[in-house]
């Protein structure tokens, strides 16, 4: 009897811990939903470049008072980074720049909707937002921290009972078992096996690109490790790669989901321009603040490049097709047989930036020629920020020996760059 009623006891106490830590706990959204007024808003652009989310939307008409964006829940409300307009019909944006907008490593766990916030003599409603995009789900990984991330799910969604559409992010922590193929970063040692890069030579000894790239990058993978970041390599040893489709290059950095995309590359010129020095290039639409971060932790080891053309500032530098390089390029195309891509104006030159780049660096590798491949994620919206960094020149003495001899000091470079705009403590 005694050890029923000890069990009877185990149980009861159990439910009443589950039911006080609903009733404390669980942040819902059930009731803020109920709460809200007829859903007058639409979604309209939803994208996330490396670890920002970007969102645009309309209502059908013009709202009176003060309106902006919030994650809310019976608990909190958070306030959204975002610009409303008035003309013809109340829209909003968060930002106009690719890798700006709301930074998901640094939502809390949770789950909330996503509503707009009307003000109108200090009298508050909100306004769930239906998602006419193309995406209704949405997952991501939050950068690792502590061995630890968070999984947040972004979901469309409707309440049959209430009649309203809307959209939830919903925030779990997860410990990312090691063999998940999720990683932060990606690491690109430029060319490889068939394809050495550029090469000089050096009291007698002749280097070339494809292992130096190899051995900074095992540098940056090692720096980037200790800051507990989940790094991976597109290649570990002189393979040389195809560049689209599974195990292409290109397609590496979106496959495994990491955020950013570094490639690792040196520089050559002819010798007569005296540039030397690293160049950080860039996809478009950006704010530069991890470009900035590169180019000075870089810079302060061998410099900035005097190159000046496509230079945005010191030691940063965006290449992109205009008109000319658009009509040489399918030129070349219609000689080798194949069918020229839609190449827009201003896409980035650089197909590891480009194509990493997906749907808002107006990749274009989509299949059309056969022998080429397609790039998996030309169009995608969720895709890695990439960035191409040239991190010295090859062919001058005073680069080559830093990176021979103090290799460990680009791996600290990138990965202190990496560090500070993550702010990993
Ligand atoms: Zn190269």
Redesign the pocket.
Known sequence: MKKVFGLIFVVLFIIAIVAIYKLFFVKDVKTVLELTEEEKFYLEDVRIFGNHMNISGCADNILDGDSSLVLKNDDDEIQVDSKFTNSGKTCFYLSDKNNEGINLDELKTGKYLLLVKNTVDEEESFYTIENTTDYKTLEYYTITKDNKNNKIDFKSDIDEKLNKNYIEFDIKETKLPNDVDVYDITIDP??GGYDP??TYTLDGKTYN?ADL?LKVSLEVKKELEKLGLKVKLTREDDTGLYYYGDGGRADIPNDVKSKFSI?I????DYGTMSYGGVEVYTPNDIDYDLAKLFANNIGSIVGYSKKATDRIDNGIYFQYFNERDIESSKEEALEKGNKPYDIKVGAPYMYMIREVGGAQTYAYVDGRNEDVGINKYYNAIQVAEPYLI?IAYINYENDLKKILNNTDEFGSAIANSMKEYLKIS
């Open positions: 430029g060319h890069g550029s690109e790239t490639s590359h040196l520089n050559s040239e």
